[in-house]
Antibody, heavy 122, light 107 residues
Framework: QVQLVQSGAEVKKPGASVKVSCKAS????????INWVRQATGQGLEWMGW????????AYAQKFQGRVAITRNTSISTAYMELSSLRSEDTAVYYC???????????????WGQGTMVTVSS | DIQMTQSPSSLSASVGDRVTITCRAS??????LNWYQQKPGKAPKLLIY???SLQSGVPSRFSGSGSGTDFTLSISSLQPEDFATYYC?????????FGQGTKLKIK
């Protein structure tokens, strides 16, 4: 079935970097954008950025510019989100999500990974 | 960035009730509005896209309406599995911002 499977929980110290993976299966990886969304405990959803797995083109939320990088390895249908200079406020669950185009200009996140908990603590 | 504001932030209702959640955009987004359901410890699930189109497999008791800046999500007859948090999201422009969420609780 169509699914996104993410890597496991991470614990990092302030100032470190974390790289979360998101492996796609059940569909053609290069045909759909991958987005990253995070959620701090008890808080709402925050969009971080997206990548076109075919071209490698990316776009990031202004808030994360310079600290986040979304990359991919098409040979293994896997996307990655790396966040650097971690601080305690980055403690959150990080989700990857596939963007499905229902028609011209109409899109939504139809498939989500299970989430990866990243804890930043000294 | 487009700001999305949901109301209410929380709502108590009983099984069988009809409930409506509202989402307002800070500028017109046509019908580029999606709704998601999230249960504790789980990833969000797409319910409605393009303001009123039901995602495949989603029960017909869910419906969406609206255009421009004002949107609603309605659940016609609440079932026990519907108690969750609901988020709206605009897909009109990047960044694709979400509302702050509406927690639907059992009365």
């Amino acid at each position: 079935q169509v699914q996104l499977v993410q890597s496991g929980a991470e614990v990092k110290k302030p100032g470190a970097s974390v790289k979360v993976s998101c492996k796609a299966s059940g569909y053609t990886f290069t045909s759909y954008d991958i987005n990253w969304v995070r959620q701090a405990t008890g808080q709402g959803l925050e969009w971080m950025g997206w990548m076109n797995p075919n071209s490698g083109n990316t776009a990031y939320a202004q808030k994360f510019q310079g600290r986040v990088a979304i990359t991919r390895n098409t040979s293994i249908s896997t996307a990655y989100m790396e966040l650097s200079s971690l601080r305690s406020e980055d403690t959150a669950v990080y989700y990857c999500a596939r963007r499905f185009w229902f028609g011209e200009l109409v899109s939504a996140f139809d498939i989500w990974g299970q989430g990866t908990m990243v804890t930043v603590s000294s | 960035d487009i700001q999305m504001t949901q109301s209410p932030s929380s709502l108590s209702a009983s099984v069988g009730d009809r409930v409506t959640i509202t989402c307002r955009a800070s500028q017109s987004i046509s019908t580029y509005l999606n709704w998601y359901q999230q249960k504790p410890g789980k990833a969000p699930k797409l319910l409605i896209y393009a303001a009123s189109s039901l995602q495949s497999g989603v029960p017909s008791r869910f419906s969406g309406s609206g255009s421009g800046t004002d949107f609603t999500l309605s659940i016609s007859s609440l079932q026990p599995e519907d108690f969750a948090t609901y988020y709206c999201q605009q897909s009109y422009s990047t960044p694709q911002t979400f509302g702050q969420g509406t927690k639907l609780k059992i009365k």
